[in-house]
């Protein structure tokens, strides 16, 4: 009887341990949301507009115009940005993340990975992590940018797949996150980054009539790769404040069901040692009876 009184005492404090770290880690991640969720508040409004003009003015473009970060080619090769974070802990997150990759390979893009021709670019280590386990082809190379998240890393990656795209060494390129909605919600969506979308124009509608100025020329050489900077760095920070509020609901559960495993194991706790107590008193009683007999 002793040994379970220690053996339910000993979990007890292990889960009062365990809770202490889930509180803590909730606390941070609450505090690391408010950052995160501010940076995406603000950045969103400006980087959809921006997208929403940019598809607009290529929709309204003269057929004459040539465009080469808006032509759609027979696709052979394809590139995937892949957006998860650093560290677990932070429920279904990641795998959701990595789900809807490889299922947006298997439905659109099956053809092309038979062949090796679709490559993975991880932002995030459990994404990388993840498919270098499975057999993708995963690049390595922006793996860290939540090391020190900046406009300027991010703009690299853009660039590079910008670049890519342009000499013909994939011909669709699509990012894969999470958009924040909310600290208990995310939206995983796969987004087409390269060649970049044009927008239906509704039936009946008239044709935009811009005026340009400078020459449509310069200006969309000028305009196209920094709304597309902008574009994957919306992606990036909405997938950081999605980990965090991922994180924090996930720590917050954690926390309750060590509540519940404490109420259980004290319960368990009283039941035993009412019963110890019990046995001993039955002992004594017992053992004086003895002696009067």
Not at 33 to 50: E, G, S, V
Request: proline share 2%; glycine share 4%; aromatic share 6%.
């Amino acid at each position: 009887m002793a040994g379970q009184l220690k053996e339910v005492r000993i979990r007890i404090k292990s889960v009062q341990s365990t809770q202490q770290i889930t509180k803590a880690m909730k606390m941070v991640s609450a505090a690391k949301l408010r950052r995160a969720q501010d940076a995406i508040t603000q950045m969103r409004p400006y980087a959809q507009k921006l997208q929403e003009l940019l598809s607009n003015i290529i929709s309204n473009i003269d057929g004459g115009a040539s465009i080469q970060l808006a032509e759609e080619r027979a696709i052979e090769k394809v590139l995937l940005i892949v957006v998860t974070s650093d560290r677990g802990l932070c429920g279904a997150y990641n795998a959701n993340v990595i789900k809807l990759a490889k299922s947006t390979i298997a439905e659109k893009y099956a053809a092309q990975q038979s062949k090796g021709n679709v490559a993975i670019w991880n932002i995030g280590k459990k994404g990388y992590e993840a498919f270098v386990k499975a057999g993708y082809n995963a690049d390595a190379t922006y793996k860290d940018i939540y090391l020190n998240l900046s406009f300027e890393n991010v703009q690299a990656a853009a660039q590079a797949a910008t670049k890519a795209f342009e000499n013909k060494e994939f011909d669709a390129v699509e990012i894969i996150y999470s958009e924040f909605k909310n600290a208990a919600t995310q939206r995983f969506v796969a987004e087409q980054f390269l060649p970049i979308p044009k927008i239906a124009a509704p039936t009946g509608s008239k044709k935009a009539d811009f005026i340009f100025e400078p020459a449509k020329e310069i200006l969309i050489a000028e305009l196209m790769p920094k709304i597309l900077n902008t574009q994957l760095y919306k992606a990036v920070l909405d997938g950081n404040a999605s980990e965090h509020g991922a994180r924090m609901t996930a720590m917050d559960k954690a926390s309750e069901n060590a509540n519940e495993l404490l109420k259980t194991l004290k319960l368990s706790y009283n039941r035993a040692r009412q019963a110890a107590i019990t046995t001993e008193l039955t002992e004594i009683v017992s053992g004086a009876a003895a002696l009067q007999g």
